[in-house]
């Protein structure tokens, strides 16, 4: 196609379609960020971003990517030579154990199917065999992004506790938070990780740090090398409203906006809706006859749904014709997953009709490609919409 009317359908897994209200908060004019009115902006955003983490501690805000919130969870807490306990659940938590490797830590890494969350049990087992606590910290992905499955992370941290086991939780909620219910105090987390770009509904460029006082009194004698991303110095500059680097401004107010936006609905119906429209997705690629990659009906993901495709199918092929035809864009298959499995992302700024535009969009686009489906799919999906 060479020219296209309507709206893109951005259905990635994230970023995510931003608001027009969003978008029009960060089109204000940049103010002083060492002046009075900054400092006011900074304070609100503090006190009202803790909800959405469901704590009450501090959270630490970069300008950065969720990459960033990685590496300043692992730095602030730990030092050279450490070791870590990561579960291969996808492509995002590999990642993070290659992270934890480039600086300088020891890495216990679970094998796992990408198919199924974090095991609370082998949680367990792993640490009731480390007698001499040389694990000091559990590293989870609550919502792994490339597979759509949600680890159990109330359960994980229940299973550190039966082991006795003194070592931190350091949970990646990048594409759960404020999407999927998580309660970092409520469930013992040390720190939680988490970028802007998906259900908080803004542009990349945010990431955020909220942290426990266990993980704060961590940071005053983790030995890894760290300057920008040292907990310390934030924490100070913001209890008197102030960064202590140039803070990306026009994004904080993007993000008073989108904070606005999730309190008026309320979490719980974020939380509610979001889970809906997974279910009606769900419904949709089983009346099509195909595979939910998520394996566990406790684990299926708020945030997007990945379709596994038959053997001798090719999911690039479907998001290629999809794009072309109906200017709607699908997450790839990362990894080992590349050509097996495409992901459908429905979070954010999401509603009823955009996802029924989303499905109908990908049941033509399997149908071109000449995957065989079964019709069927789209109303059972609608079905789904209809029974709110």
């Not at 974020?270 to 195909?290: C, D, E, K, S």
């Amino acid at each position: 196609m060479t020219s296209r009317t309507g709206r893109h359908f951005l259905q990635i897994p994230g970023p995510t379609n931003v608001p027009d209200q969003v978008l029009r908060a960060m089109s204000a004019p940049t103010i002083d960020h060492r002046g009075p009115e900054f400092q006011a902006l900074t304070l609100r955003l503090l006190d009202a971003v803790k909800p959405v983490f469901g704590t009450s501690g501090p959270v630490v805000i970069y300008p950065a990517s969720g990459t960033g919130a990685w590496e300043a969870a692992l730095v602030n807490t730990l030092s050279p030579g450490d070791r870590v306990l990561c579960f291969e659940t996808g492509h995002f938590a590999t990642l993070w154990r290659d992270m934890a490797l480039s600086l300088g830590l020891e890495v216990e890494f679970v094998p796992g199917d990408w198919r199924h969350g974090t095991d609370p049990e082998t949680v367990a087992q792993r640490l009731a065999a480390d007698l001499s606590h040389t694990v000091k910290a559990v590293c989870v992905v609550h919502n792994e992004t490339s597979t759509g499955v949600t680890s159990r992370i109330a359960e994980i941290r229940q299973a550190i506790d039966a082991s006795g086991h003194p070592a931190l939780l350091l949970v990646d909620t990048i594409s759960s938070l404020g999407s999927i219910d998580y309660r970092h105090d409520e469930w013992g987390v040390d720190v939680t990780v988490a970028g802007s770009q998906k259900g908080l509904m803004l542009p990349p460029g945010l990431s955020f740090n909220a942290v426990s006082r266990k993980a704060l009194a961590a940071s005053r004698t983790a030995g890894l090398a760290k300057s920008f991303w040292d907990w310390q110095p934030v924490i100070e500059f913001n209890r008197r409203g102030f960064f202590p680097y140039t803070p990306a401004t026009n994004l904080l107010y993007a993000l008073e906006e989108a904070l606005r936006m999730l309190a008026d609905e309320g979490l719980e119906a974020v939380f509610a809706r979001h889970a809906r429209h997974a279910a009606a997705t769900r419904a949709a690629v089983r009346g099509w006859g195909l595979e939910v990659l998520c394996a566990d009906e406790r684990e299926h993901s708020g945030s997007l749904t990945a379709v596994l495709l038959p053997t001798g199918q090719d999911a690039d092929k479907v998001r290629e014709i999809i794009l072309d035809r109906f200017d709607m864009s699908l997450g790839a298959g990362l990894g080992k997953l590349s050509g097996r499995a495409f992901r459908i992302g429905h979070l954010g700024h999401f509603n009823d009709l955009t996802l029924a535009g989303t499905l109908a969009g990908v049941q033509m686009g399997l149908e071109l490609a000449g995957v065989p489906i079964d019709q069927r799919g789209l109303g059972d999906a609608l079905d789904v919409l209809r029974s709110r």
